[in-house]
C-alpha cells in the first residue's frame, strides 16, 4: 500500500470588495503533488462548507469562487491582472523559495508555502 504525503499551504487573499481589503487567511492540506489548481480548489471547499462567511458570488453575480476569479482555464494560467506572492520556506525556514506558478501553474507547491493574491481592479 503506497502511503501519499500531505502539506500545508496557506493562503492570503485580499480582493478590494465586501470588506475583504485587508484580506482572508486560509490553510489547506492537500497531497504532496498538489498543484495551485488543486490547493485554490480546497479553499473554494472551505468558502461553500461556511456560506455565511463567504464573499461570493461577487461582481454582480458573475464570479461565484476563488478559481473562477484568479485562474484563466481556456490558456492553463493564472490572469495577468493578479498579484501574487508565492513562496516556500527554504532548509532554514526562511521564506525564499519561488513557486513559478505565474509561469507554470501545474507547478508542485513548496511544503508550508505562503500563496498571497490580490486580483487588480484597475483605475
Known sequence: MEVKKIKKINFEISIPTKGLQQGKKYTVYVKDNASFIE???????????????????????????????????????????????????????????????QENIEFNLYENSVIQLQPDVGC
Do not use: C, W
Open 39 to 101: 490547493a485554490l480548489a480546497m479553499v473554494d471547499k472551505i468558502e461553500m462548507e461556511t456560506p455565511k462567511e463567504s464573499i461570493f458570488p461577487i461582481n454582480e453575480g458573475y464570479i461565484h469562487n476563488y478559481l473562477q476569479l484568479f485562474v484563466n482555464f481556456e490558456e492553463n494560467s493564472i490572469y495577468d491582472d493578479v498579484g501574487i506572492y508565492a513562496y516556500g520556506p527554504d532548509e532554514n525556514g526562511i521564506m525564499r523559495r519561488f513557486n513559478p506558478i
